[in-house]
């Protein structure tokens, strides 16, 4: 028996953390609750969608007929400006209630005027015009703000409110928990080997091969060592690369390709629209020096056995930590041998 | 307006992370997923259910006809003590791909004979017993392993593949990712105060008042004000208690009592049986001082707007950090306004 089909801890070096792997832990019953696989086929457009092309949205305002992308400011959004009055910046002085205001700003990037399609369905122009609108959104806001946060949550069970395929951006000046802790973690590296955390990582993961799913010149896709979630993956340009806005036109093209394949391959695991949460780490825009930092994106899939089963992180991984029971080589083997045609298409 | 009507952050002063908060949030519009509430009545027993007293379990053991709580080791524990042969025991010499052999043992506690049975709805007695149970396994496998995990994972909404009541003891050497944090950040505490960081927060929030949810001589249970989840608390000891296995029979029966009070109060917000997923904190048994630590658990009920909306912890919240709508004063007021006579009981 190897080393990692007994129980085992990895550790996260850009967090910091522990998960624990239970490879034996797969055949336990299961009588717990179960998803609903959603099987329906959407409609390109839906009358009462606040995303689709030309529809009301909450406060009355009417979305454009619009072609390929659409941003927005978000009508809900957890983070905006009105608040930059100095009176409300306040630290409080003890350190047990320590609290400070934020300012930011939330936008909704619609991915698509047809309801119908998510991510692995778009053709790879579709795709690279998503990048390009990210990339844009992130020049824009970085002129506001240190820190930008793209992402998607896809599927309801992801607690996606709207099918419509989209994802959101989310700015503010301060560096949020995990950008901070992956920012220290990754200069502290750099102190020690004068080379990025990631960029010995992904040439380690090459060479090793076991873990990559997919990669072309400028980005590569592997099931981190330490993955928590079990099919979880991690995206990272090939190239220094240290922020969003910093891609080029052949990079947003070939990351389009790319992703759009790691998401076909999602999809047809279970043969179903694959949930996940996805999200870009950038260097926060504000560091003397950001010479550490490469930019990198995480897809946190929560399914585990079938469309229906998903992992639950609850009570030992709210307490203690991360566990998982399909090692992640396991899951690297079953992604690498997902098809790269998407179902929906090989159906036909 | 008051500071916390902004949006602002809070810092988890025993975990280092902060949370992103938006009361302004709570009107958003909802199309996304519902959770079923469990209405129905559950039968005292149920005959294919595992933990029920003279019932089959998995590996055709069966329970004894017990009457009170009962223990077993869990047939499909993340951990076991298999594995104990000093050639597993490795740790990797390259730190981004960092292991280590885990060894530990998981076992089940059930915490009634009646099926039907959750925590709010057992007697003051029933839950001494409860409490004892946890106690004597603590100190048992205290002297095997440095770190104990008791927690319970209630509802399906949190993953709990059994209704039948019950919770988990996972306990092992290694210090856990959450139990690192909390010791080093109590230990810096105390390093500057020279008294626990919790005995100086529970006496602040006793004088404030406005995050108590309710307390007797012993214990005290509080919305932190660093809570991230919607009606997330924090139960302390009130005296110099640092491990589970140290509770007195007195401070067990005061315990029983406000683990019902505080259950009832969460049941009768939606009024139903409220989902969370509940754990204890103890110091590790190894440290040489552990004068900084004191026992204390963590609820994390997921329920945000009523028996079926939870908040679900997705995109940023896992790419930056905890955000919530509804701000912990508000989350605590509700709670308060909770009656203390369980609903199904007032009802009859
Ligand atoms: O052990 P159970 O109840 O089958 O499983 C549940 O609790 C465990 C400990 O929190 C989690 O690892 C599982 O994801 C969850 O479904
Ligand atoms: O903004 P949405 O899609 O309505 O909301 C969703 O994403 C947000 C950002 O991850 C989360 O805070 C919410 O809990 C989730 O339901």
Redesign the interface.
């Known amino acids: 028996m190897s080393?990692?089909e007994?129980?085992?801890?990895?550790?996260n070096?850009l967090t910091?953390?522990?998960v624990?792997v239970?490879p034996?832990?797969n055949?336990?019953?299961?009588?717990?609750?179960t998803e609903q696989a959603s099987t329906e086929s959407l409609p390109s457009y839906v009358d009462d969608c606040p995303l689709c092309p030309g529809n009301n949205r909450?406060n009355d305002t009417k979305n454009p007929d619009y072609q390929d992308t659409f941003v927005f400011v978000n009508?809900?959004?957890?983070?905006?400006q009105q608040?930059q009055t100095s009176d409300?910046n306040?630290t409080s002085d003890?350190?047990?209630?320590?609290?400070?205001?934020?300012?930011?700003e939330c936008r909704v990037v619609c991915f698509s005027p047809d309801h119908s399609k998510t991510m692995p369905e778009l053709s790879v122009d579709e795709l690279t015009k998503v990048v390009t609108t990210w990339r844009e959104n992130y020049q824009e806001l970085a002129s506001k703000f240190a820190n930008i946060?793209i992402?998607?949550?896809k599927g309801?069970?992801?607690?996606?409110?709207?099918p419509h395929p989209h994802g959101?951006i989310?700015a503010h000046q301060?560096a949020?928990?995990?950008?901070a802790k992956e920012n220290s973690q990754q200069a502290d590296?750099y102190a020690r080997h004068q080379t990025p955390?990631l960029a010995?990582?992904i040439d380690?993961e090459v060479a090793d091969g076991s873990r990559v799913i997919c990669s072309n010149e400028h980005w590569i896709a592997v099931v981190p060592?330490w993955a928590a979630w079990p099919f979880e993956t991690l995206v990272v340009a090939r190239e220094d690369i240290r922020q969003f806005g910093q891609i080029n036109d052949q990079q947003a093209q070939t990351l389009a390709s790319l992703l759009k394949e790691l998401t076909t391959r999602y999809d047809n695991v279970f043969n179903c629209s694959f949930p996940y949460?996805?999200?870009?780490?950038s260097a926060p825009t504000n560091l003397a020096d950001d010479s550490h930092w490469r930019l990198h994106a995480?897809f946190?899939p929560p399914l585990l056995r079938s469309a229906t089963v998903k992992k639950?992180m609850?009570?030992?991984e709210?307490?203690?930590?991360s566990?998982r029971?399909l090692s992640a080589e396991t899951a690297a083997a079953i992604l690498q041998k997902a098809s790269t045609t998407h179902y929906k298409q090989a159906q036909q």
């Not at 007994?6 to 550790?11: A, L, S």
């Not at 309801?156 to 709207?162: A, D, T, V, Y």
Request: with cysteine; charged share 20%; glycine share 8%.
């Open positions: 080393q990692f007994y129980t085992h801890r990895r550790k070096p910091g953390d522990w624990l239970s034996h832990r055949n336990r019953p299961w009588l717990g609750a909450a009508d809900f959004g957890a983070l905006n608040q409300t306040v003890d350190e047990l209630f320590t609290f400070e205001a934020a300012n930011g946060h992402f998607e949550n309801e069970i992801m607690g996606c409110s709207q959101q989310w301060h949020s928990s995990e950008i590296y955390l010995n990582y380690k060592f949460s996805m999200g870009w780490h995480h946190y639950h609850v009570g030992y709210m307490m203690a930590e566990q029971d």
